[in-house]
């Protein structure tokens, strides 16, 4: 079976909100949470559902469905990226955006959650149908966002060119340049230096300080990383580049590439930019997604989409450290199983949680008009995660749970302190 209908396949089992609810519920059971401050931390404060219309190239008119969830704001404004995908669903946004809640307070950035997502093919749009609707996209939500409520970034086929267009689009509408109200947008207009890396780079931080607590060497160690766009195939190029370690396997939705020997990243990476996939890779086997997730490793690295680790394959996985570079990769069911198989889950919200952190970043340095050389907003993102992963590392040792517990237990408590002390309105 190829790896688009198995996702599709996938979806139609799966409900990502489901999920995310699912793991709350455990954390605020474990905080033993009052109803009020629960339901107010467990449901999206505000959902937003557009069907806008956008010109095709042929001059005809498509109508599209947008969403923009804005989980909750007690930490401070919605944070969250916006995907192009044609399995989008209100479900999956709001799981998105509950998950950005937790991440911004998991590493302490005064943020809350947000997302948003279009129902489309981005594969089979043009640049010019892709800026028609992402422009009409963004008149949609001129409303809802802004930098001090909601600020888009982004994920799943969408770049810095789309964040430059909601940039501009906003800007229009307000009559001035609003350069803080995306974020990974390009350094020409008020970008981040190192926002481009932040997600795999964050990832490969705290994957460092987890081999260290397991005694595992990463010079030499192999890893495979599933989906190779931004978050995964940046974490394989720094695990590679700066710490030794062997890449055996990597996918994406077109196949994958294995060479037990390891792949040489920087023309795998050349590759897939000539041929905008990694199958065919020379020196390389396509040996499709379940057994690639199969394959023993030092470290796995998913870095696609949710839902990714099943009850149904995470008997076989093979490694001492799955690394979260995804939102949701994992299934409640599958968290069990490898928890008792003993393996090290560094959980989504602390693990990608370095590409919203640099956006925190950005955001500041927006507001300040003054840009930080790129030295130190790696080192400022370093400092985050290292003392992130330690203080969820700590929780996990002194509650004995395991590491998704104790983030969200340290998540959701810091959340339900800013619902309690801000009260009830009015
Ligand atoms: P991207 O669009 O750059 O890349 C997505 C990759 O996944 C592509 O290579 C695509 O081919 C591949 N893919 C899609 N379906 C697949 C499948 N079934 N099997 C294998 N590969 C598949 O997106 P991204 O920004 O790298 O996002 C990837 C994941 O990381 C998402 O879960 C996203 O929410 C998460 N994330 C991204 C950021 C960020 O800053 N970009 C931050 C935090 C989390």
């Not at 009850?311 to 490694?319: E, F, I, L, Q, R």
């Not at 008009?369 to 330690?390: A, G, I, P, Q």
Request: with cysteine; glycine share 8%; proline share 5%.
């Amino acid at each position: 079976m190829d790896s688009s209908n198995h996702s599709i396949q996938r979806a139609s089992a799966y409900n990502p909100w489901q999920a995310a609810m699912q793991v709350f519920d455990n954390a605020a059971d474990f905080l033993q949470l009052e109803d009020g401050v629960r339901n107010r931390a467990k449901y999206p404060e505000r959902e937003l559902t557009v069907n806008f219309p956008a010109k095709l190239r042929d001059g005809r008119i498509r109508i599209f469905t947008g969403y923009r969830v804005q989980h909750n704001t007690a930490r401070g404004p919605a944070k969250g990226g916006i995907r192009y995908h044609p399995n989008v669903s209100l479900d999956e946004v709001r799981a998105l955006a509950s998950w950005m809640t937790w991440k911004c307070a998991v590493v302490g950035i005064p943020f809350g959650g947000g997302k948003g997502g279009v129902i489309c093919n981005p594969k089979e749009m043009n640049e010019l149908e892709l800026e028609n609707m992402t422009r009409r996209f963004a008149s949609e939500l001129v409303g809802f966002i802004g930098p001090d409520r909601d600020i888009p970034a982004p994920d799943v086929y969408t770049n810095a060119q789309t964040m430059a267009w909601i940039m501009d689009t906003y800007s229009m509408n307000k009559g001035h340049s609003v350069p803080g109200v995306v974020t990974g947008k390009p350094i020409a207009i008020g970008g981040s230096k190192g926002r481009n890396e932040a997600t795999g780079r964050g990832c490969v931080y705290v994957i460092v300080e987890a081999a260290k607590h397991l005694n595992l060497n990463l010079n030499g160690a192999t890893a495979v990383v599933q989906g190779f766009g931004n978050a995964g195939s940046i974490a394989a190029k720094l695990l590679a580049a700066e710490h030794g370690v062997k890449i055996i396997a990597v996918n994406d939705s077109s196949g994958s590439a294995y060479n037990k020997n390891g792949l040489d990243l920087p023309a795998l990476a050349a590759y897939k930019e000539k041929t905008g996939k990694v199958k065919g890779f020379p020196g390389s086997d396509d040996i499709g997604e379940e057994n690639l997730l199969a394959l023993p490793c030092d470290v796995l690295v998913p870095a696609a989409l949710e839902n990714a680790i099943t009850a149904h394959n995470a008997a076989k996985v093979n490694t001492r450290i799955v690394a979260e570079a995804a939102n949701g990769p994992t299934t409640p069911e599958a968290d069990k199983i490898l928890f008792e198989k003993g393996i090290m889950i560094l959980p989504d919200i602390l693990a990608n949680a370095g590409g919203v952190t640099v956006s925190y970043f950005e955001w500041v340095q927006d507001n300040y008009s003054f840009f930080w050389k790129e030295k130190d907003v790696n080192e400022n993102l370093r400092e985050v995660m290292v003392s992130s992963f330690s203080e969820v590392w700590q929780t996990a040792q002194k509650l004995k749970v395991d590491m998704r517990r104790a983030a969200y237990v340290t998540a959701v408590s810091r959340v339900a302190e800013a619902i309690r002390v801000r009260g009830i309105y009015p």
